[in-house]
């Protein structure tokens, strides 16, 4: 396994790659892997003949008063874990090769980024898309691999990609839950004993509410008020049901839609969520 830290020598590492005809998945991460990041890794691996992992805490999506400089970072564990699992090259450039004194080009995806995590995280997408772009044009995958975990982040790189003609194929992969139903996040390892007990909340919310929508229940405000009642012993940030393509917020199920939540506990803010697809009847 490979470990290159500029773009320069990203892409041409990519260039030949594609050049011997190898298709190349990449899965980006900011690092700190868990069960939940291997899953997309496992799948860029089984799919591609190249699989590349990035490892890049972005500065870009992070505000002044956010956890940046205290986000969890365990770079040589991280390499083992993907050196185990057939990677073929990590990817982790540094803030100041991705970011010149003077960059001023940004991504921004209007409408897709706008509630949600967008509504109290304003200027976080334009750095996620922005930094994902650059991704995209360092390593030039075929596929690249995200997780519901983030499903706003997903709309809105389906969104860039098919706006910009990229030609990417965007795979979204399932929630990795820890067995009493808490989503995976490198963020957890922020969580008390007591908050870690009260986060349990957020997915035994969405889990309630999945079954009312498999058993037919369609009006959102009877929804949203049964997860925040469930939600009741933590601050809310926000809880959505928003179409999933759009994440423009709906009164009442007509096409897939997700079920979104976050909260902020003294020690972290989570979020998760459910997809409904009504169509198939299935909660995912
Ligand atoms: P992050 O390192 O938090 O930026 O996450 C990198 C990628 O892993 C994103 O596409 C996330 O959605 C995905 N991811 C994070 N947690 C999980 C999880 N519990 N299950 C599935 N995917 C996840």
Redesign the pocket.
Known sequence: MIIIKSPLEMRRWADQKRATNNTIGL??????L?R??M??VEAAVRENDMAVASIFVNPTQFAPHEDFDHYPRTFEKDCELLKEAGVACVYAPTAGEMYSQDFSTWVDVELVSEGLCGGSRPHFFRGVATVVMKLFHATKPQRA??????AQ?CAVIRRMVRDMDMGIDIVE?????EADGL????RNAYLTDDDRERALCLSRALFAVGERLRQGEREAAVMLESVREAMREVEIDYVVLADADTMQPVSRVEGRVVLAVAALLPTARLIDNIIYDPTENTVS
Not at 145 to 150: A, W
């Open positions: 899965v980006p991460t900011m690092g700190a868990h939940g990041h899953s997309l691999y995200f997780g519901q975990k983030d982040q992969m399932p929630i990795v839950r989503a995976m996040s490198s």
